[in-house]
């Protein structure tokens, strides 16, 4: 089966700075990644998704990278605002659920 | 509401005591779902249901867990004889179809004492 894990539980950036959560995954058959955004008290909010056949995907101030190779992503984040506070969470359907990794907490100093 | 809303947002209850929790799922949607979120982890999947029959519970933890979703709208989520250890955050989402983007609630958080 699929499993992700996030590399770091925390990272701490400065306010304007880019940030980078990385993530990885062991099943090399896995060919949809979806990044999740967790807010205090809230549930994960979809923040972007990639499939395999891309390397690269742009949304608003986000890009997520895709690396086949060595099974890894990441996503980032230009110039980090106090409002991208959050645990930042990489998923991997297998079948119709959804695999969490474990997350990684993004603090804004500022 | 247009989002998912689940009921009570938090819930103590004591070592023994049998607890409901409520999702009401963004209106139309086919499938439904409940995460189990630890402190500091992820969600893990407990159980899927697809208009009102529930198609895998493989991830509910023990026999004291059980979901249901009688008209296919709203679900249920029950726990009886709650252990410490199923003090979390549960998680309901719901979606169009069982491929489509996965909305979820803002989740129940139950603690055990």
């Known amino acids: 089966g699929e499993s992700v894990g996030l590399h770091l539980p925390t990272l701490s950036v400065q306010e304007g700075d880019n940030s980078i959560i990385n993530c990885a995954y062991s099943?090399?058959?896995?060919?949809?990644f979806i990044w999740y955004k967790q807010e205090s008290g809230k549930g994960p909010q979809f923040i972007i998704d990639?499939?395999?056949?891309?390397d690269k995907r742009q949304g608003q101030r986000v890009t997520v990278l895709l690396n086949k190779t060595v099974k890894h992503l990441s996503l980032q984040i230009a110039a980090t605002q106090p409002g991208d506070s959050a645990v930042y969470f990489c998923?991997?359907?297998?079948?119709?659920?959804?695999?969490f990794g474990s997350g990684t907490r993004l603090l804004v100093r500022p | 509401g247009a989002g998912v809303s689940q009921s009570p947002r938090y819930k103590v209850a004591k070592r023994g005591q049998d607890v409901a929790l409520r999702c009401d799922p963004i209106?139309?949607?086919?499938?439904l779902f409940w995460y189990q979120q630890a402190l500091g982890q992820g969600p893990e999947f407990l159980t899927y249901?697809?208009?009102?029959?529930?198609?895998?519970k493989s991830g509910l933890p023990s026999d004291r867990f059980f979901a249901e979703r009688p008209e296919g709208s709203v679900s249920t989520l029950k726990i009886q004889r709650t252990q410490q250890e199923d003090s979390a955050v549960y998680l309901c989402?719901?979606?169009?179809?069982?491929?489509?983007?996965?909305?979820f609630g803002e989740g129940s958080r139950l603690t055990v004492l």
């Open positions: 989402a719901s979606s169009a179809s069982s491929s489509g983007e996965l909305f």
């Open positions: 099943n090399s058959a896995s060919d949809y």
């Open positions: 990639i499939r395999s056949n891309m």
């Open positions: 998923a991997a359907p297998s079948s119709y659920k959804l695999i």
């Open positions: 209106s139309g949607h086919v499938s």
């Open positions: 249901f697809q208009n009102e029959a529930q198609l895998d």
